[in-house]
């Protein structure tokens, strides 16, 4: 029997339609805006190992007492690569002072850490570590003063911090001292915090900076405010921008979070700042859910702390071809692991929607200390895009110990110190099936 022409090519016609808009749909879908983009598609951790070359290399830099002024331990591990193959690394809280040999006063098999004189090590809030283009480090810079080294960026003034406020640097870029320039600079976020109780025993957020330094001598020019959210009167709800600092294009889009009480989870939030010009404020705009905003204020949260999901108080985005990745604690996990586990996010725009949590990484931590109330804990996950390539992405992580909820730890990080040194991971993503 013949078919009727006319049905047969209105059929063909509409299954046509819907194949080539089903094509466009899914390619359109995995492909972020932007001329020739790379294609995003979903990402997930597939895989992770331990990475004994960095995490030993400052293992050594740290036990050695050729010098007595440099880095023994710290947290807050960031990193960028300099013009001509040099590394710097950038900590919050430092350690310096000598590294003794085991046991322990405690008789424990630990090497530990008093100053030369026999008396308790002091704390920086701050300081530089050289490397060379391998990651190895070399040299610690501080400042030199006559009561003895300080952190590298100094404290507020009373004009931009109540007293014995600090600054901790978060991440760093190299990019023109203004647009179009030929010279370079490099540019550190800074979170400058103040003393605190309770929730805030490790300090009350204020408001963010970025430190101009001179290339190649590395030497502080000035420290400008970008985001000052000293007049929000919820510390909770104020946001620290440069947990992570990501170019891409004419831009860099720099990730911050608040610090909330009433949840396990903090939020994420985002600004982009034009190439050169970090360290103006009036250049920077924060995403207000629909477009680009001057007004800090207007901000919203591009993940938001709720359910299972959320992010930790330092997190890290990456970008992996067309996708961008974010690690960070499972601090809505729960079952504590906040301080224990990785999870990560993807999204095909730096500002969402992200999908996830996907995956989880336990790493490797010390156990907790003997004889003590003090726990281990991990945090902070930092990628390294300059250390990634075929081995896999290179991630950070800090280890510390904590006391009882609601009080400091009581030393244990001397005691053993290699409970306050950054360890590494290498992690590879892949795409999951379906």
């Known amino acids: 029997m013949r078919r009727p022409v006319g049905r047969v090519s209105r059929r063909t016609a509409v299954l046509a339609a819907l194949f080539v808009a089903a094509v466009l749909a899914a390619v359109l879908g ?9 294609p995003c598609a979903a990402r997930e951790i597939a895989s992770w190992a331990p990475e004994p070359r960095f995490t030993n290399a400052f293992a050594r830099y740290g036990n050695d007492n050729s010098r007595l002024d440099d880095w023994t331990g710290g947290d807050g591990t960031h990193s960028v690569r300099l013009p001509g193959g040099r590394v710097l690394w950038l900590f919050s809280d430092t350690f310096l002072d000598k590294i003794q ?8 098999p630990h090497s530990w850490r008093r100053r030369a004189d026999g008396g308790l090590p002091g704390l920086l809030r701050n300081s530089l570590v050289l490397a060379d283009p391998t990651g190895r480090p070399y040299r610690t810079l501080v ?5 003895g080294p300080a952190g590298y960026f100094p404290d507020p003034s009373r004009a931009h911090g109540p007293k014995g406020a600090w600054r901790w640097p978060v991440a760093a870029r190299v990019e023109p001292r203004t647009p179009g320039s030929s010279e370079r600079v490099l540019r550190v976020l800074l979170w400058n915090r103040a003393p605190g109780t309770g929730p805030w025993l490790f300090g009350e957020p204020r408001s963010t900076e970025v430190a101009t330094l001179s290339l190649p001598r590395l030497r502080l020019e000035r420290v400008t405010t970008v985001a000052d959210r000293t007049a929000v009167p919820d510390p909770g709800a104020r946001v620290l921008y440069g ?35 970090l360290a103006e404020a009036r250049a920077w705009r924060y995403w207000d859910g629909t477009g680009w905003r001057a007004d800090a204020g207007r901000a919203v949260p591009v993940l938001r702390g709720e359910g299972r999901r959320g992010v930790g108080s330092a997190y890290t985005v990456v970008r992996d071809g067309g996708t961008w990745v974010l690690f960070t604690m499972d601090a809505a996990g729960g079952g504590g692991r906040g301080l224990a586990t990785f999870t990560s996010y993807w999204s095909c725009t730096p500002h969402g929607p992200w999908h996830g949590p996907n995956g989880a990484v336990t790493p490797p931590r010390p156990p907790d200390p003997a004889d003590s109330d003090e726990r ?23 280890v510390n110990t904590l006391g009882p909820p609601g009080t400091p730890a009581a030393g244990a990080v001397n005691d053993d110190v290699t409970l306050y040194r950054p360890r590494f991971l290498r992690l590879r993503m892949t795409t999951p099936a379906g």
Not at 143 to 147: L, P
Not at 378 to 393: D, I, K
């Open 30 to 38: 995995t492909v972020p805006t932007g001329r020739n983009a790379a």
């Open 101 to 108: 040999d085991p046991p322990n006063p405690k008789g424990q």
């Open 143 to 147: 400042r030199r003063t006559t009561d």
């Open 243 to 277: 947990t992570a600092a990501v170019p891409e294009g004419r831009y860099t889009y720099v990730y911050g979070g608040d610090a909330p009480t009433g949840r396990p989870a903090a939020q994420a939030y985002l600004a982009r700042v034009p190439t050169g010009r």
């Open 376 to 398: 281990t804990a991990v945090y902070n996950p930092q990628a390294h895009p300059e250390f990634t390539g075929r081995p896999g992405l290179l991630l950070s992580y800090d």
